[in-house]
């Protein structure tokens, strides 16, 4: 398994990036992408013969042409907007451009609210800001429409609605399971049923069969109970 960082800049950047990981791996690829990593990842797969699946969790799928921010409003029940906090971040080159992050304060309600108060906490405080210019540039030509998908839609997201998680993974003919009351962090708050997806996606797409994973997906299982466990917190806050 190989979890490379989103640099959560521009989509293009981010998207090459992510190609860039796939180009060194030589068997086969069940490409999984959570929130924006879910649009990354439906144009990074573009040109790789090798990735077998597409596992979105509570991600986007766009079409070509949409943006996320276009996605997240056309449904109503999203709160991302309103708890945004937008500062300037300086470029390379020369200039600035806008970041977003979600307000401390706001950021269990809005991204987390299924999480242990303080595991919460703990990620308000180290989340990663996203160039709005990723959350804003149309999307390209979508691999979903040539690679099967599963999608995991959490029933009580915050920040994408659960409508348009559930528009999007109809409309790509995705594998979809539901985990009611889950929010947008499900994979921090039922790992197990996220790892369970992914390995659903490697059996069907028949990467097990091309290369051997038993004990590599058994790891997968065993990491997220203990993820699970993790995540548990040890004093009241």
Known sequence: MVAPANPLRDLTGDSAYISSVLDIISGPVVLVGHSYGGEVITNAAAGHGNVEALVYIAAFAP??????????????????????????????????????????????????????????????????????????????????????????????????????????????????????????AVVVSHPGRAADLIIAAANASGCTRRAPLTGRLEELREAAAWFASACEPTRTP
């Open 63 to 184: 079409d070509q042409g949409e943006t996320a921010l276009g996605l997240t409003g056309r449904f109503p029940g999203s709160a991302l907007g309103a708890n945004l906090s937008v500062r300037p971040y300086p470029l390379p080159g020369g200039g600035s451009a806008p970041e977003g992050l979600i307000n401390q304060d706001a950021f269990r309600a809005v991204f987390a609210a299924d999480v242990p108060v303080r595991t919460a906490a703990d990620m308000a405080v180290t989340q990663r800001p996203v160039g709005l210019a990723a959350l804003t540039a149309p999307s390209g030509v979508p691999a979903w429409r040539t690679l099967p998908s599963w999608y995991l839609v959490a029933g009580a997201d915050q920040a994408i609605p659960p409508a348009a998680e559930a528009f999007m993974a109809r409309r790509a003919g995705a594998h979809t399971v539901t985990v009611e009351g889950a929010s947008h």
